[in-house]
């Protein structure tokens, strides 16, 4: 049986349409071969609810700067408006959902990240405990995870890519799939690369092919990569065929990076 981990973003997470053709996907994926689990983020209702806060989104690096007040809306919407939606949705199409977040089981700790500039609480997670994750999976349900993660005396804001990723890896996931606006890394002529390994990305990344915010989105896949990760499907949402097919191993309509 193979362990899928899949990261929603982009307009996936806010296109009621697309996000319901997801929704009806996970459920029907056959859970004697596959076993799910589904993290998210939320950008776009985060910046909602910090309006009512009369606070401007504030990114460093593409981190969101997290103040305590802002800390507590960012949980309140990811760990539960967000993640209660989702599990709601995939309840209504028989699917067994269950929600969690990092800090449920302290599935995922972290410290305070370190760096150039203060950003709060945003967290560096440096321990992730599978133990609730794997005991849900085995048991048939579908975790849907929040990357709110567990640190002493508060929690800690991780972002999204990194906490489903570091959670593929410690899964020893057979695939990890992050579905996006991106259809996949392109190549000069600005068509998808099918599969990509480190000596292409480096290549690609010297000739400029390979630039801006996919340098580390490639590089983090590599270093999950060399931890163990069997393969990273970078793709955009096209419908319900086409992530099953992805899956399955029929067809590859984004990047795979092995």
């Known amino acids: 049986m193979q362990t899928v981990v ?7 997470a806010i296109d009621e349409e697309k996000l319901q053709n997801f929704v009806a996907a996970v459920a029907s994926i056959p859970v004697h071969e596959f076993r799910m689990v589904v993290v998210h983020g939320g950008g776009k209702d985060i910046n909602e609810n ?6 401007k989104p504030n990114f460093i690096n593409g981190l969101r700067v997290t103040t305590p007040s802002i800390m507590k809306m960012v949980e309140m919407t990811l760990s539960g408006h967000v993640n209660k939606k989702l599990v709601r949705m995939l309840l209504e199409q028989g699917a067994k959902a269950v929600g969690i977040s990092g800090v449920d089981g302290k599935l995922f700790e972290a410290t ?6 203060d950003l709060g609480q945003v967290g ?9 994750v794997s005991d849900l999976l085995q048991t048939g349900w579908i975790p849907v995870v929040s990357p ?26 057979d695939q990890f799939l992050l579905i996006s606006d ?3 890394v392109l190549d000069a002529e600005k068509i998808v690369i099918p599969a990509l390994d480190k000596p292409k990305v480096e290549q690609l990344i010297s000739d400029g092919v390979i630039s801006g915010g996919m340098i580390p989105k490639v590089r983090a ?3 999950s990569i060399s931890r163990g990760l069997r393969s990273i499907h970078i793709i955009g949402w096209k419908d319900a065929d086409h992530f099953m097919k992805q899956i399955t191993g029929e ?8």
Request: net charge negative.
């Open 50 to 55: 910090i309006a009512l806060l009369q606070e």
């Open 6 to 12: 899949v990261k929603i973003g982009g307009s996936l």
């Open 221 to 223: 896949s590599l270093d």
């Open 112 to 117: 305070k990240l370190q760096g150039e500039a």
């Open 182 to 184: 991106v259809a996949g």
């Open 251 to 258: 067809i590859n309509y984004g990047t795979i990076i092995r």
């Open 124 to 132: 560096d997670i440096h321990s992730v405990n599978t133990g609730l």
């Open 148 to 173: 709110i993660s567990f640190g002493v005396g508060c929690a800690f804001n991780v972002n999204a890519d990194t906490a489903a990723s570091e959670l593929a890896v410690a899964l020893h996931a």
